[in-house]
């Protein structure tokens, strides 16, 4: 092979590689991008319509986000999200930190099988455990209750805070610990002033991996779910497979913000973990 | 706090956690199998009915007393609105003996137990013929079988035949065994599609120049947060035959207006979605892998002389293998149990096993064998959850 031709193929690789990687971001974001502008469309289309690609200021419209907050079903739906989303996660956090600290120490005995026991419930497809729940729970009368869900959505999401906290515990300084002890301070003492501030970071964002969790969730809330437990999830669902009206693209939107938020502020925690850890 | 040793502190700690999931979590799995062998339903509704019935020899038909008693069972259970439960397990066992277990109480009318007719054989085959066949009688019986392995027999296509041999359905019957092969063959095919798309991704992201990967890499992790339902609406808008991408296909002309291309709620609409919802599953553990590796290995390679291809394939490529599997599985094991997007995008053509297991729990209603398919399933998924113990190792985990 001569140089040249060499040349051409590796210009040639460099090229498809670039064409190829352009195509899968685009893959990657096509969906988010189609969702927000159609989102302002006059008109109860799910397509551009050609008023909006000439920018037409009258084929946009904030109308549908106006049907949101006429719709006392979606304000209902916010309630009952977040009501079970934050007792959930407050569960969740609080139970999956105490483990978490045990899970860091070195002395924990059956640490891999404690550890795969409490991750579990994030791996099990949520079907099986809907399923699960529903049996169960009916027998104990939670069935169609908040607390049912809010439950089954702690479980579900007490792995994410186990996970996040006990990475973020491999890089806590134990000295510190030590010379907080050689100070006089009772364990409480120690864990509420000294370890407690330094993981916060990583505590949190486990907190918000479990309340998106919940926040997402709606097989349980399906299954189990009645009709005063209506989450924003199962309301989205019902307008999918029913009545599909742009209203739906108005959510999407505002819950693909909520997501961007959430992204950004694990991601500001986690950088603020790392200076604080080392 | 600061009594034991250490090691029962640390368990200690634990121990709340691990109580509440066993509480919230491992006991309504352990329902979930209880429920796919055990049903005490048609037992707790006809109870003396099938006590006269265990000394029945199974041929021909049983006694006048069993007739009597299930005709006063059957009665009351029209008083305590409990009929429809039992006739609809047991015409499981047999189809069309529903109506006539619902029909046979409300023709006897409510004064027949006060005033019994001569003969309640020849008056429940009145009723119904069915009263004075074998298969019927042999129908109760079995669905009065609390413990049942017909569950899961049903769940790989299997049936008890009338003479106690087991044996496979009838062909049109078969369903639940390739509906297993098709999620298999999906959930596979879905993970060679996110390795394909998503290896480049990553090595995009990580070879980047400094000030672009970081907004690659915002462009993998908003979609990951993203709602699950957001994602699945946006393919449903941008597939469906009045959707986004055929108007552009028909706008450049590369198909006729009336012969838009069906995309979704069929098999391309569940590929489709799921590859695109799994997809950063498959990247972030092979970002984090080929972060870690040292760039002098490339230049090491072609100062030795290989081409990059060569320098790809034997160098670069084994090192990521350790990515490549802990993401491959990831997206395996999430694949085989999914149930929202192909309930929305998949159509007929397109549904998983989770999808039969959720018309069997609120559609069909039959619970026994929503709970046998979900075991199966369970099954496998903890099989993979070990295996990917083994390879990756749990505690290896990492989120965003």
């Known amino acids: 092979m001569t140089t040249a031709t060499t040349y051409v193929g590796r210009r040639l690789g460099r090229y498809a590689y670039v064409g190829f990687c352009a195509c899968a971001f685009v893959f990657l974001v096509a969906p988010i991008l189609v969702i927000v502008p159609l989102s302002f469309n006059a008109e109860p289309y799910f397509t551009f319509t050609e008023g909006m690609l000439r920018l037409d200021p009258d084929a946009w419209s904030l109308r549908w986000y106006r049907s949101i907050v006429e719709d006392e079903q979606w304000g209902r739906a916010l309630v009952n999200s977040m009501i079970i989303g934050v007792a959930a996660t407050l569960l969740a956090t609080t139970l999956g930190t105490v483990a978490a600290l045990g899970l860091a120490n070195s002395a924990m005995p059956a640490r891999r099988l404690a550890m795969g026991i409490l991750i579990s419930p994030m791996i099990t497809p949520v079907i099986i455990v809907a399923v699960g729940v529903f049996f169960f729970y009916s027998k104990l009368g939670l069935a169609q209750t908040h607390l049912g869900l809010i439950l089954a959505h702690a479980a579900l999401g007490a792995p994410f805070v186990v996970i996040t906290v006990t990475a973020t515990l491999a890089g806590f300084d134990q000295t510190l610990m030590r010379a907080a002890a050689s100070l006089g301070a009772r364990p409480l003492t120690r864990f509420r002033r000294v370890q407690l501030p330094l993981i916060a970071p990583g505590v949190f964002s486990g907190g918000l991996f479990a309340f998106a969790a919940s926040f997402d969730e709606v097989v349980v809330v399906l299954l189990m779910g009645g009709l005063e437990q209506r989450t924003i999830p199962r309301q989205m669902w019902s307008g999918i497979r029913e009545q599909i009206s742009p209203t739906i693209l108005a959510v999407a939107t505002l819950l693909i913000i909520f997501a961007v938020l959430v992204l950004f502020t694990v991601e500001w925690l986690r950088r603020r973990s790392s200076e604080t850890s080392t | ?400």
């Open chain 2, 1 to 400: 706090m600061a009594a034991g040793s250490p090691r029962i502190r640390a368990a200690g700690l634990t121990i709340p956690l691990i109580a509440f999931i066993g509480v919230t979590f491992i006991a309504p799995l352990g329902t979930l199998l209880t429920r796919s062998v055990y049903d005490a339903e048609v037992a707790e509704i006809l109870p003396e009915t099938l006590a006269v019935l265990a000394d029945w020899d199974g041929s021909g038909t049983p006694s006048e007393a069993t007739y009597a008693t299930i005709a006063r069972e059957l009665l009351r259970a029209r008083d305590e609105r409990t009929l429809g439960r039992a006739a609809t397990r047991i015409n499981r066992i047999q189809s069309g003996l529903r109506s006539v277990v619902v029909k046979t109480p409300r023709r006897l009318g409510r004064d027949a137990d006060a005033d019994p007719p001569s003969s309640w054989r020849e008056a429940l085959v009145a009723i119904d013929d069915a009263w004075a066949e074998t298969a019927t009688w042999r129908a109760v019986r079995e669905a009065g079988q609390p413990f049942t392995p017909r569950h899961f027999l049903n769940a790989v296509d299997l049936e008890t035949r009338p003479d106690g041999s087991i044996g496979a359905m009838p062909e049109t019957r078969r369903i639940y065994v390739p509906l297993y092969l098709r999620t298999l063959w999906v959930s596979l095919g879905v993970t060679a599609l996110c390795l394909v798309i998503g290896y480049p991704i990553a090595h995009a992201i990580v070879h980047a120049p400094s000030r672009w990967s970081t907004t690659l890499l915002v462009l993998v992790l908003v979609p990951f947060w993203t709602s699950l339902l957001v994602r699945t609406t946006a393919w449903i808008v941008l597939l469906q035959n009045q959707g986004v991408v055929n108007d552009i296909l028909v706008a450049l002309g590369i198909v006729a207006d009336n012969d838009r291309i069906a995309m979704i709620y069929n098999m391309t609409g569940t590929f489709v979605a799921m590859t695109h919802v799994l997809l950063p599953f498959m990247v972030l553990p092979l970002y984090s892998v080929m972060r870690s590796i040292p760039a002098r290995h490339m230049d090491a390679a072609a100062s030795l002389g290989a081409t990059p291809m060569q320098a790809f394939r034997r160098v670069y490529w084994p090192q990521t293998l350790p990515g490549v599997g802990a993401g491959s599985l990831l997206v395996f094991i999430l694949a085989i149990g999914y149930y929202i997007t192909p309930a929305l995008v998949g159509g007929q053509s397109g549904q998983l096993i989770s999808n039969m297991i959720a018309y069997h729990m609120q559609t069909s209603l039959n619970w026994g064998l929503a709970a046998a398919l979900a075991a199966i399933l369970l099954l496998a998924v903890i099989g993979l959850y070990v295996l990917y113990d083994r390879v990756v190792g749990i505690d290896r985990m990492r989120l965003g």
